[in-house]
């Protein structure tokens, strides 16, 4: 009895004792205040907007055109008899392209010659009875009905002879036409008809086309809008030069235009405003303009009918402000920037953009020169919410100073020495080294 009145005693104890544990930990926990700590502001960088000169340009889309483009047709009917080129290649101008069976065409002239020889022939004679005749009639030997009638005779053999030599110029034309020449110098296309085939017989047969690259025509339309900030930069190229309209053409202002292909980078081709219409197309609202731009080499970079981008320059500003198009959100109100102020609070600006330069977008409205834009961690960036800016330079964020970075970089991997091989000649990393680490 007394052992299990003692574990009972010493059973009560650990009771007591564990139930003012947890009434001292309550109370200790009860003592601590439960305050909420407010977290860090994120890190953001901005940049000051870049401040340059930049020159606003008016942009198009065009298509190009060949400055020459001549149809090389037959002129007189026949049997096609050879061909003196290959397709594709450059041909000068009078260089031999096609023959047309001539042998037609040479019995004619030798016809007209005969015609001509014969007409010369009665001409000549009809001037001798003429003279003799004359000559009696002062001499009261003859009478003058044969005055009048050699005159009449020999008038007519002279116009017999023009008759003939015109006959015979013809035939020579005709034969000179089946030897079919290059009218222009540029590339010559295929043949459109073959060897054998009669051409030239109800109209004139096409046989091909010869096309000068060099230089290139690109025709464009400008609107309304754009029409009246080119026509005022038209103006002042006008009087700078003394140039009156009505005398010289477009071209003479020197207006430059420069093209880029769908391929390209930038507008690498330059040119200069050749021609404009004298008025505005009634049912488009546009005016169509034409640049020419130099296309040489035997590989000419510029075809006819491609889909090009044109930009023409209109006028030129002073400390326009820039930023990287990374900086600038959407949302349904339009385009924003989110700057931070002097307290490191974000702001929200709305903006109006303008033309991309060099990686940048110029800011038409809503920016100062002084702001602190946020270029990096815009999805931390609240408007009203505080951050921690890290300041960083405009210039370093242009596509030419992005690419430069890039290609240092790879230069630099490059550089680095390939890592040794081990001496059993097992390339594989040491995997355990790495777990180490």
Not at 277 to 297: A, I
Request: charged share 30%; with cysteine.
């Amino acid at each position: 009895m007394k052992n299990l009145s003692r574990t009972a005693v010493s059973r009560n104890c650990a009771q007591i004792t564990l139930i003012l544990l947890l009434v001292w930990a309550l109370a200790a926990c009860g003592s601590q205040s439960n305050e909420y700590v407010e977290p860090p502001p994120p890190k953001v960088t901005v940049a000051k907007p870049l401040q340059q000169e930049v020159t606003d340009y008016l942009a198009f889309t065009g298509t190009t055109h060949a400055f020459e483009e001549v149809e090389v047709r037959a002129r007189v009917a026949g049997f096609l008899q050879s061909m003196n080129f290959t397709p594709g290649t450059k041909v000068e101008k009078g260089e031999l392209l096609f023959v047309i069976d001539p042998r037609e065409y040479q019995a004619e002239l030798n016809a007209a010659n005969a015609e001509l020889s014969s007409a010369e022939a009665q001409l000549k004679r009809a001037e001798i009875e003429f003279k003799r005749a004359e000559k009696l009639f002062k001499q009261k030997a003859g009478a003058e009905t044969d005055v009048v009638k050699w005159r009449g005779q020999r008038d007519v053999a002279r116009a017999d002879v023009l008759r003939a030599k015109a006959k015979v110029e013809k035939a020579s034309l005709n034969l000179s036409y089946t030897q079919v020449t290059a009218p222009i110098t540029g590339r010559v296309g295929r043949n459109l008809v073959d060897l054998g085939n009669l051409v030239g017989e109800r109209e004139p047969t096409l046989l091909t086309t010869v096309t000068r690259y060099d230089p290139m025509y690109a025709y464009f339309n400008l609107n309304e809008r754009d029409l009246l900030k080119a026509m005022a930069m038209n103006r002042n190229k006008i009087q700078e030069k003394e140039i009156d309209p009505a005398e010289e053409p477009v071209s003479e202002a020197d207006i430059p235009v420069f093209l880029k292909l769908a391929n390209e980078e930038g507008y690498p081709h330059q040119g200069e405003l050749d021609f404009a219409e004298s008025g505005v197309d009634k049912e488009t609202g546009t005016l169509q303009l034409r640049g020419v731009f130099p296309n040489p080499g035997p590989a000419p970079v510029l075809i006819p009918g491609l889909f090009v981008s044109l930009r023409m320059p209109v006028d030129k500003r002073d400390n326009a402000l820039l930023v990287t198009e990374r900086a600038i959100g959407s949302d349904q109100g339009g385009r924003f920037l989110l700057a931070v102020n002097s307290e490191n609070m974000v702001e929200k600006r709305p903006i109006r953009m303008g033309q991309l330069v060099d990686g940048l977008r110029v800011i038409e409205e809503g920016l100062q020169p002084d702001d602190s834009v946020v270029v990096n961690g815009l999805q931390r960036a609240r408007p009203g919410a505080k951050v921690d800016p890290e300041q960083t330079d405009m210039k370093s964020l242009t596509a030419s100073a992005l690419k430069a970075a890039a290609e240092a970089g790879k230069d630099k991997d490059k550089a680095k020495p390939a890592a040794a091989p081990s001496q059993d000649g097992d390339a594989q990393p040491d995997k355990e080294a790495g777990r180490k680490e």
